[in-house]
Structure formats: structure tokens, C-alpha cells
């Protein structure tokens, strides 16, 4: 019997541990109904969450789309992916116009300053979003300054930048493996949206993903990316200090599991216990303790010195941790202890409703947040035809032109929404359509100019005939008034 095509959404994350594929259905209600989903490990091409080594990458994104397929009986045309890692960052950029008197401020004037700074040249970098902040009219701070009369104009924004040629790796790995992108998502930003509330980023708050290599980093306030930075440490880093003690990693990986704590309180610790490594072999849990608490200090330190300065007194909000990394016993405290920010809460799960037999997701354990929200974010179908147990497709050919559904309108770069990358194509559009733009604009400028210099032409041949006329009437004159 031949499956029937589905309407589904399919998501991939390239984690420094993992690249996770996931399959699933939007229902009315709001609520996620997870299809498939299935994980390869990726620590022997991915370091940070960048990816190094191109060829293993492409042919693991085979294997993950080729078992997707395989469970849900179905082909898939597309898939949303996650961008992340170690090099991204954010940067902040001010833009201003000077304004003639009495100038009331239009969204014209607002798109030229938001277009001027997603033109803007970064050396090897390049920019994959932008987050609007407030704009400065004359000496005072706006959301919205549209309407508003003002001799000055001011953009504040917050870019959000990668390396080009860890970018361009990327679509590389995709082009590879023959897997067609139907659109690129920053990956913290997409976790956000689906752990933090709105009341949590209206207020005031910072996202702390503690994944395998990484520590993402997002400061949110009046509900706007204020800040994004990825620290290179991890839980693996942890694990690394463990494995010192002697051991091999997957030995200290089942310790830290077990044992690690970020914070035990001195009272508690017993200088005569021991850890069991083996049937054999022990180590001093005073020594194990002192070596996972000194890294976890670490990384919090660092999470505290990427908190900008401006913020800190205003997250009121709190601070959000999640991944893999948030389910070290005793972490709120931890963190609590080093930031002197009493609220800290640990996001074990997204915020959607997800319906699931999956017993890593049902596991609520963070570990795929990021993967949730990334599927959440999806808005295309992914679903091609059918396949039947022979694994020959039910119907037509396979479809290699796009979605069921019909593409969306590239978007221009004021029209993106915070978190979507532009994709290549949308990129060269804009590009085009400001070529096009530019040209009009020559084209009238000449023709303007053309008619300025016929009008000059104009005057200067009536003002030619008029001094004769003058000269002529005035000889005239005289002769009539000259004596006999």
C-alpha cells in the first residue's frame, strides 16, 4: 500500500554534537504533531557549530533527509535550517540625517536609514540579520518615530554578523548533498521565540544555551535583541576536565551525568568520599567537584561579561537557561551565586504545545529546543510525493522545483523579520531592484538637468533679442531727439 503525500514541516539543526532532522504538522490549535525525527553524530566535522569539513557534512544531511524519508513514506522538497555557532555576533551601528527645519519624519526617510545600514561593508563578514533598536529624533529616544517633526534623525541598530566563508561553507554542504533550503533561520533567535514569554522579553532578560561547544548568549529588552554573542566553551569542556582524572571521555561523560553539580555548598562536601569510574578505579569527590565547578564558574563568568553594562539593572525578566548544558544539578544556583540576578529559571521545554511518541522529546530535557523552535518557525510545506515500500515514488516524478505550496515574494531588506535570513535569491533581487532604482534615478536626473540647460537655452536666446530690441529702440530715440 502507497502512503498518501502529507502537508508537513521539516527542520535540521547542525549542532557541534549532532545534526538533528525533524518532521512535523501544524495543527489549528496552535500545537506541534512530531512525525519523525532522527539525529547523526557530528563531532567529527562540526567544532563550535561550524561546519569544517564540507564533504562529511553534505553526506550526513543525505543520510538525515534519506531516513526522514524512510519513516514518513514521503519525499522531501525542502528543509528549514538553523544558523548558529561560534561565529556569530552581534554589532551595534548608528546612521543620522540632518533634516531641514519643520521636517515632519516619513517611512521613506526610516527605510533610507535602514537600507544604508544593510549596506554597510563588514571585512569577512557579513550580515545575516538586523534588529531594529530606537531611533533618536533630535534629543529624544522613539519606537517609532514616523510622523513625528524633527530637524534630525538618528537609526540604532543591531547587526548581526558571520563569517563568509563559514557561511558560504554552509550552503556549500546543502548544495552537496542536493537538498534545497526553503529558508534560513537564526538559531537563537528561533530557540527565543520558542522558550521565552512575552512578558520575559518585554522586561527584560538573558537566553543562556549551554549546548555541547558553544554558549549562546541573547540579551532581550522592550522586546528587542538588544545583544547576541557566542562564548566557545561547553559542556563537552566539562566532560574534557573529568577525562584529565585519568579516564576515558565516555567514561567522564557518564561521570559528569551522574556526579557533576555546578554548585555544591561546603557543608556538603565529604572529603572521604569517593567516586566509582569503574569496578576498579575511584576518584576523590572533592577533586571531581572542584574540577566541574571551576569550568561551570568559567562559562557563567563569561555569560555574566557578555551581558552589556546598560541592561544589567533591567532584566527583570531574568535569566533563561536551556540545552543539554541546563541540566546540571544545581545550575539556577550556580548561575544565581555568580550573577547576583536571583531569578533564573531553566527552560526544559518550548512553550508550543508538542504531541509526540518520541522519547527524547518527551524526555523534556532541553536538549531540542532549538530544533522545536526551529520547526515552529517553518511556514512552507516540505512534502513531495509519496513513496511506496519499494521506495519508488507514488504518482509523478519527484519534485524538483520547490514546495507544494507556492513560493512567498522574495522580501526586500526592510521587509525582513527578525531571525529569517535573506535567502540568495531574495539577496540578488534586492540588489537588482536597487540597480533598477539607481538607473531611474539617473535617468530622471539627466532628464531634468536636459530640461534645465533648454531652459537656460531659452532665456539666453529672448534675453539676446530683447537687448537688441533695447539697443535698436534706443538708437532710435536718439536719433529723433539729435539736432538738425
Known sequence: MVAEQKDFIVAIELGSSKITGIAGQKKPDGSISVLAMVREDSSSFIRKGVVFNIDKTAQSLQNIVKKLEAQLKTRIVQVFVGVGGQSLRSVRNTIGRDLPPDTIITQEMVVELMDANWNLDYPDQKILDVAEQEYRVDAHMQMDPVGIRATRLEGNFLN?????????????CFELADIKVAEMYLAPLAL???????????????????????TTVSVFWKNVLRHLAVIPLGSNNVT???????????????????????YTDNSDIDPTLKYSIDAERQVESQKF???????????????????????????????????GGSNMKNIERAISNSTRIEKVRVA?????????????LKARNGMYNTLLGLL????INCAGNGIDRQGS???????????????????????????????????????????????????????????????????????????????????FLDDLTKPE
Open 160 to 172: 548581526i554578523l558571520v563569517r563568509k566563508t563559514f557561511f558560504q561553507n554552509l550552503n556549500r
Open 192 to 214: 527565543a521565540n520558542a522558550v521565552l514569554t512575552e512578558a520575559e522579553k518585554r522586561s527584560g532578560c538573558a537566553l543562556v544555551d549551554i549546548g555541547a561547544d558553544t
Open 240 to 262: 574534557k576536565d573529568i577525562a584529565s582524572l585519568q579516564m576515558e571521555d565516555s567514561d567522564a561523560e557518564l561521570m559528569k551525568l551522574k556526579y557533576a553539580s555546578a
Open 289 to 323: 567537584i572542584e574540577i566541574v565547578e571551576g569550568r561551570m564558574m568559567e562559562i557563567i563568568e563569561n555569560v555574566r561579561y557578555q551581558i552589556p553594562d546598560e541592561y544589567y539593572d533591567k532584566l527583570l525578566g531574568g535569566i533563561i537557561v536551556t540545552g
Open 348 to 360: 526544559k521545554f518550548v512553550t508550543t504545545a508538542i504531541n509526540t511518541g518520541n522519547d527524547q
Open 376 to 379: 515552529a518557525k517553518g511556514d
Open 393 to 475: 515514488l507514488f504518482g509523478d516524478e519527484k519534485q524538483e522545483n520547490g514546495p507544494v505550496i507556492p513560493d512567498r515574494k522574495p522580501r526586500q531588506a526592510t521587509e525582513v523579520p527578525t531571525g529569517t535570513i535573506r535567502a540568495t535569491r531574495e539577496e540578488e533581487q534586492a540588489a537588482e531592484e536597487a540597480r533598477r532604482k539607481k538607473e531611474e534615478e539617473e535617468r530622471l536626473r539627466r532628464e531634468e538637468e536636459e530640461r534645465q540647460r533648454e531652459e537656460e537655452r531659452r532665456l539666453k536666446k529672448e534675453n539676446s533679442r530683447w537687448n537688441r530690441f533695447k539697443r535698436g529702440t534706443r538708437k
